[in-house]
């Protein structure tokens, strides 16, 4: 049996986890790793302990009297051990996250980690486009982008590493006076024979466009030619009054002044995004950003694909903890 002194202090913090969350599906959550890596970690602390810790049915999990009597020292253990480390520990650099656009949803995942966080600074940057933002990160000009994994180029995604964060449902941004703009959500079938911007030309932004075309494929639909890229309220509200052409955007998409967003239904397409950074990065405010996306995937039910929704066939939606193919496409 090791000696208590001997103990790992990873397999402590494990315990704590579980411990403090009586759950081990929400405990794995809160350390990134997963469940069947947790259960690993306890059995063995009980084999080096020689104790049993916790008592586990279907329905619960509780700490064993060993396991209630273990727990004010490994509250004691690891307070030292994280003291220790602190102080020889320097000043994390700021982490530049780039959320793509102002006004996303993905700003509710950088709030999140700044409140799990808030000794770290974790510096938003807006690189409106994942294969443009990949190519920051991988120069080592960011750290941390979102967006659409699988419909980046091979040669960006192996020097990358991602973890899905959500299926976002899409939407049409449409001028105010279109025909369409009075409905409270647009069937897709209603965009026939129409045009519908997503980004052509844009160097920075190809994952998006390859999306579209393979939404709009079968249906009509037709992606608008390039166009300048508006940047600002007023230079969107500008260029959508002179081209009355229909965006695609996502339902996150903030209000633009001139247009109205609408929902896309029958069947509604969804946009995989993922938290995507360098491979091998280390910082805890990248830890932060994990734990932020996971908590709130499983408060919103992010990971849950509605009914009849569309995917890509084949789509990756995930690079870390395994990469997670699509189910095929419907509609």
């Known amino acids: 049996m090791t ?17 403090e969350e009586l759950h081990f599906t929400r405990a794995a959550t809160r350390l990134l790793v997963a469940q069947q890596a947790l259960s690993r970690d306890i059995r063995r602390l009980e084999r080096e302990l020689g104790a049993e810790l916790f008592v586990r ?5 509780a700490l064993t009297p060993d396991g209630e009597r273990l727990l004010p020292y490994v509250h004691r253990v690891l307070a030292a051990h994280d003291e220790l480390a ?38 938003a940057r807006y690189e409106s486009g994942l294969t443009g933002a990949a190519r920051e990160i991988l120069a080592g000009r960011l750290d941390v982008s979102f967006g659409r994994y699988g419909g980046l180029a ?16 899409m939407a049409v941004v449409l001028p105010e006076g279109d025909p369409l703009a009075g409905l409270p959500e647009v069937p897709l079938a209603a965009l026939a024979g129409r045009d519908v911007y997503a980004g052509a030309g844009n160097d920075r932004t190809p994952e998006w466009t390859a999306y579209a075309a393979l939404l709009f494929a079968g249906r009509d639909i037709r992606v608008a030619a390039p166009a300048p890229l508006a940047v600002g309220k007023e230079e969107f509200r500008r260029v959508m009054a002179k081209s009355q052409v229909p965006v695609l955007a996502v339902v996150d998409f903030p209000a633009m002044p001139g247009s109205v967003l609408r929902p896309l239904v029958d069947p509604v397409p969804l946009a995989p995004v993922s938290l995507v950074w360098r491979k091998g990065l280390r910082h805890p405010g990248l830890d932060a950003l994990r734990r932020a996306a996971a908590e709130i995937a499983a408060h919103e039910g992010w990971h849950v694909r509605p009914p009849g929704s569309w995917l890509p066939e084949g789509e990756i939606v995930a690079g870390v903890q395994g990469a997670l193919t699509a189910r095929p496409r419907s509609g």
Do not use: C, I, K
């Open 3 to 19: 000696r208590p002194d001997d103990l790992d202090p990873r397999l402590l913090r494990a315990f704590l986890a579980v411990a």
């Open 57 to 61: 049915t279907t329905r619960q999990v």
């Open 154 to 169: 091979p040669g960006l995604r192996a020097g990358l590493e991602a973890q899905f964060v959500r299926y976002e449902p």
């Open 86 to 123: 602190e102080a020889f520990r320097a000043a994390p650099r700021p982490l530049f996250v780039d959320l793509n656009s102002a006004g996303l949803g993905h700003e509710r995942v950088l709030h999140r980690a700044r409140e799990l966080a808030p000794e770290l600074e974790l510096m």
